[in-house]
């Protein structure tokens, strides 16, 4: 099993940024894909990014490239999204997420945090 605790939502106005955290326990996680999801009021949970614990293929979406970074800390067993010019688009549940096949389908993971809100005011 694998844990995992959210934090670092909140309210910024447009153009701001936040960094959202992911503490991971439980199991090992070499193996592990890890990612960041977003669901909007109405809308399907979508892939934000993902990163392999060993820190190679990170990946986003194409809504983010270039505003957004995923990282990790191995010895602090977290992973972040550092989220700049935020748009007000971006307001969302930001969910935590740990797989073996982590893609960008939200099926192709095993765990999930219990999410965190980001609110972007314009």
Do not use: H
């Not at 935590?96 to 999410?115: K, L, R």
């Amino acid at each position: 099993q694998v844990q995992l605790v959210e934090s670092g939502g909140g309210l910024v106005q447009a153009g701001g940024s936040l960094r959202l955290s992911c503490a991971a326990s439980g199991r090992t996680f070499a193996s592990l894909v890890m990612g960041w999801f977003r669901q909007a009021p109405g809308k399907e949970r979508e892939f934000v990014a993902r990163i392999r614990w060993s820190g190679s293929t990170i990946y986003y979406a194409d809504s983010v490239k270039g505003r957004f970074t995923i990282s990790r800390d191995n010895a602090k067993n977290t992973v972040y999204l550092q989220m700049n010019s935020l748009k007000s688009e971006d307001t969302a549940v930001y969910y935590c997420a740990a797989g073996v096949v982590g893609g960008t389908q939200s099926n192709e993971y095993d765990y999930w945090g219990q999410g965190t809100q980001v609110t972007v005011s314009s």
